[in-house]
């Protein structure tokens, strides 16, 4: 199922709560974060148009370790899991470009956390600037 979701700033998949689909964003730009103690908020990445959400989640305990928002104008299809197992289990192509894509995010997150562990408080503000930078500039959606 696709919708539209036109609010900037709604959270559409929420930390702790059950994961029952998956969501392939199809455009707009999305935050994926977590809360930490004292309800502080870590940014993780930006994600633009033609990404998997909550796919972690789905096929492993199933709830959710991050929350999505939305920033911009987005839209968005669910893909329930029982779906998504089918498809992946009857195209390997696709079953493919999936692990593809959880193993390259699982490599940047795991360089992107022992780099920023690394680094002093200016190192880390200047990759924040560079990342976004990148994001808004360089990177196709």
Known sequence: MCRWRDKRGDTFLKQGAFASHAIYL?????????????????????????????????????????????????????????TLERLMKKNGEFAYEIMVSLCMDN????????????????????????YFFRIKFFEKS
Not at 27 to 40: T, Y
Not at 51 to 77: E, I, P, Q, W
Not at 107 to 130: E, H, P, W
């Open 26 to 82: 199809r455009d707009g730009l999305v935050k994926e974060s977590m809360d930490g103690p004292g309800m502080k908020e870590q940014i993780f990445k930006i994600l633009k148009s033609r990404s998997y959400l909550g796919m972690s989640s789905l096929f492993s305990d199933r709830l959710n370790h991050f929350s999505y928002t939305a920033l911009s104008n987005l839209k968005v299809c669910y893909i329930n899991k029982e």
């Open 107 to 130: 490599i940047k997150r795991s360089t992107k956390l022992f780099n920023q562990s690394q680094k002093k408080i200016y190192g880390r503000v200047a990759d924040a600037i560079i």
